[in-house]
T-cell receptor
Framework: ETGVTQTPRHLVMGMTNKKSLKCEQH?????MYWYKQSAKKPLELMFV???????ENNSVPSRFSPECPNSSHLFLHLHTLQPEDSALYLC???????????????FGPGTRLTVT | TQLLEQSPQFLSIQEGENLTVYCNSS?????LQWYRQEPGEGPVLLVT?????EVKKLKRLTFQFGDARKDSSLHITAAQPGDTGLYLC????????????????FGQGTTLQVKP
């Protein structure tokens, strides 16, 4: 595998289910991101992890819970979601440059989530 | 709130035509990136511009960063059906070497359709 991979690619879940999205990067990067992409809206940054430490949490509801066990893996745990949470969830990664996170991000293909 | 506004939001043209997509803001960015996203995939980085007035070319694509680093444009010459996709601009605040979270501000995107 190369680049950034995400599984599953498609997920349909009920409002009472618990599921997890997985992201893996094979680029040797140090920072990972979760984004939400809804129709006709800009990409919304949800979480940022730098060296496995969460450095940004953009007022995301607690029904979304991220986990970053190491610099190559990122999870998004989902529970009691709402229909308006249906969207494409994108994972991205970037590397450090000059002791700061590079702004050049590499995205996975996304997980298309439908909440029924 | 920092906003990046892209125009037009949707563009449908014939193969061989030229087009320009604009990305405007009232805020200054340290760098700006352009991504292309195809259906069912994540965004792919095309270019990063850093210096005010900078022009970069990628085959038939020409990217320009405004002198004041508040706006950018993407010009495509002789568009081809393979250019079809969602074009996203994204701006970064912060300077290299300083602490930052790699946070990007995304525009809402321009959907380009090139008909054969």
């Amino acid at each position: 595998e190369t680049g950034v991979t995400q599984t599953p690619r498609h997920l349909v879940m009920g409002m009472t289910n618990k599921k997890s999205l997985k992201c893996e990067q094979h680029l040797g990067h140090n920072a990972m991101y979760w984004y939400k992409q809804s129709a006709k809206k800009p990409l919304e940054l949800m979480f940022v992890y730098s060296l496995e430490e969460r450095v940004e949490n953009n007022s995301v509801p607690s029904r979304f819970s991220p986990e970053c066990p190491n610099s190559s893996h990122l999870f998004l745990h989902l529970h009691t979601l709402q229909p308006e949470d249906s969207a494409l969830y994108l994972c991205a990664s970037s590397k450090f440059r000059d002791r700061a996170i590079s702004y050049e991000q590499y995205f996975g293909p996304g997980t298309r989530l439908t909440v029924t | 709130t920092q906003l990046l506004e892209q125009s037009p939001q949707f563009l449908s043209i014939q193969e061989g035509e030229n087009l320009t997509v604009y990305c405007n803001s009232s805020s200054v960015f340290s760098s700006l990136q352009w991504y292309r996203q195809e259906p069912g995939e994540g965004p792919v980085l095309l270019v990063t511009v850093v210096t005010g007035g900078e022009v970069k070319k990628l085959k038939r694509l020409t990217f320009q960063f405004g002198d004041a680093r508040k706006d950018s444009s993407l010009h495509i010459t002789a568009a081809q059906p393979g250019d079809t996709g969602l074009y996203l601009c994204a701006g970064a605040r912060g300077t290299p070497g300083s602490s930052n979270t790699g946070k990007l501000i995304f525009g809402q995107g321009t959907t380009l359709q090139v008909k054969p």
